[in-house]
Nanobody, 122 residues
Framework: VQLQASGGGLVQAGGSLRLSCAASGRISSLGTMGWYRQAPGKQRVLVAIISSSGSTNYEDSVKARFTIFRDNAKNTVTLQMNSLKPEDTAVYYC?????????????????WGQGTLVTVSS
C-alpha cells in the first residue's frame, strides 16, 4: 500500500495549510491513519491520528489548531492546520495501517508517505 502526501509549503505565522494523503493499492481495509512530523535535528513525533471509526487524538501543542479527518470512501486522510506557528515547521509524514490483499492472502500493512515540508515564517 502506498501513501501519497501533498499540501505542504511556506506560510506566515497565523496562516493555514491543509495536508492531504491518499492511500492506494490492494487495500482490504484501512485502520488508523495519522500525521507525524519531524523538525530539523529532532525525532519524528505524532501530530494527530484518527481511527477507522473516527476517534481522534492530538499532540497537546496542536489541539484546537489542527483538525484531522478522513474519507473512508476515498482512502484519504487530511490535516487542516490553522493558526500556524514557527515551531510547527517540520517535514510532515502521513501513516496508515490496515489489511491488504496479496496473492498469498490478506496481511497487515503499515505504510508511510514520502513527507511534505511545512515552513512557517515569523
Amino acid at each position: 500500500v502506498q501513501l501519497q502526501a501533498s499540501g505542504g509549503g511556506l506560510v506566515q505565522a497565523g496562516g493555514s495549510l491543509r495536508l492531504s494523503c491518499a492511500a492506494s493499492g490492494r487495500i482490504s481495509s484501512l485502520g488508523t491513519m495519522g500525521w507525524y512530523r519531524q523538525a530539523p535535528g529532532k525525532q519524528r513525533v505524532l501530530v494527530a491520528i484518527i481511527s477507522s471509526s473516527g476517534s481522534t487524538n492530538y499532540e497537546d501543542s496542536v489541539k484546537a489548531r489542527f483538525t484531522i479527518f478522513r474519507d473512508n470512501a476515498k482512502n484519504t486522510v487530511t490535516l487542516q492546520m490553522n493558526s500556524l506557528k514557527p515551531e510547527d515547521t517540520a517535514v510532515y509524514y502521513c501513516n496508515a495501517n490496515g489489511l491488504e490483499d496479496t496473492v498469498w492472502g490478506r496481511r497487515v500493512f503499515a505504510s508511510w508517505g514520502q513527507g511534505t515540508l511545512v515552513t512557517v515564517s515569523s
